[in-house]
T-cell receptor, first 116, second 112 residues
Framework: GAVVSQHPSWVICKSGTSVKIECRSL??????MFWYRQFPKQSLMLMAT?????????EQGVEKDKFLINHASLTLSTLTVTSAHPEDSSFYIC????????????FGPGTRLTVT | EDKVVQSPLSLVVHEGDTVTLNCSYE??????LLWYKQEKKAPTFLFML????IEKKSGRLSSILDKKELSSILNITATQTGDSAIYLC????????????FGQGTELSVKP
């Protein structure tokens, strides 16, 4: 149980285009979803926290107009990277929690984004 | 601001060696510390530590928390090449919905 999927697993896009990444909880309802970014040889950095039906809470330094997060249902959250640039190339990982305040997060397999 | 620091940042050992990875934390309202293993994809959960001095064990991996020293260690005995990964330590901030504050990670490479 507690499986989280992400789609796509990898994507290459041209500079200036937008890319949407989906995160789905397959066998549970995810009240809260987290989006992380990880650069090579670095740790995971939290970008934003989203609760179903509410606006996402972004971490300091993360542009909310550039990284659009939608958590419209209890099983799906999306991250859209708008007007992508090469410096947005990274590994994006989502995690999902069944409760609003819980350490138990189930991670998706990640999406590798390359912007050319 | 909550902070989690890991050391060393990278480590190269040979199969059969024993390794100790360190994690120290400076957080408000501590409740638990988590260890993860990350290979090519997303992190997989290893341990959750809440009480000082109680060792958690899973096969060749074990971990213990020292609340007095504000630190934790992760031990791997008789290392194998399959243990090569990034090991991450994290603190869940319950004041902010349980969001995880990760350390920098320790990249472990086990050579045959």
């Amino acid at each position: 149980g507690a499986v989280v999927s992400q789609h796509p697993s990898w994507v290459i896009c041209k500079s200036g285009t937008s890319v949407k990444i989906e995160c789905r909880s397959l066998d549970f309802q995810a009240t809260t979803m987290f989006w992380y970014r990880q650069f090579p040889k670095q740790s995971l950095m939290l970008m934003a926290t989203s609760n179903e039906g509410s606006k996402a809470t972004y971490e300091q330094g993360v542009e909310k107009d550039k990284f659009l997060i939608n958590h419209a249902s209890l099983t799906l959250s999306t991250l859209t990277v708008t007007s992508a640039h090469p410096e947005d190339s990274s590994f994006y990982i989502c995690s999902a929690s069944q409760r609003r305040i819980s350490y138990e997060q189930y991670f998706g397999p990640g999406t590798r984004l390359t912007v050319t | 601001e909550d902070k989690v620091v890991q050391s060393p940042l990278s480590l190269v050992v040979h199969e059969g060696d024993t390794v100790t990875l360190n994690c120290s934390y400076e957080v408000t309202n501590f409740r638990s510390l988590l260890w993860y293993k990350q290979e090519k994809k997303a992190p997989t959960f290893l341990f959750m530590l809440t009480s000082s001095g109680i060792e958690k064990k899973s096969g060749r991996l074990s971990s213990i928390l020292d609340k007095k020293e504000l630190s934790s260690i992760l031990n791997i005995t008789a290392t194998q090449t399959g243990d090569s990964a990034i090991y991450l330590c994290a603190h869940p901030n319950y004041n902010q919905g349980g969001k995880l504050i990760f350390g920098q990670g320790t990249e472990l490479s086990v050579k045959p």
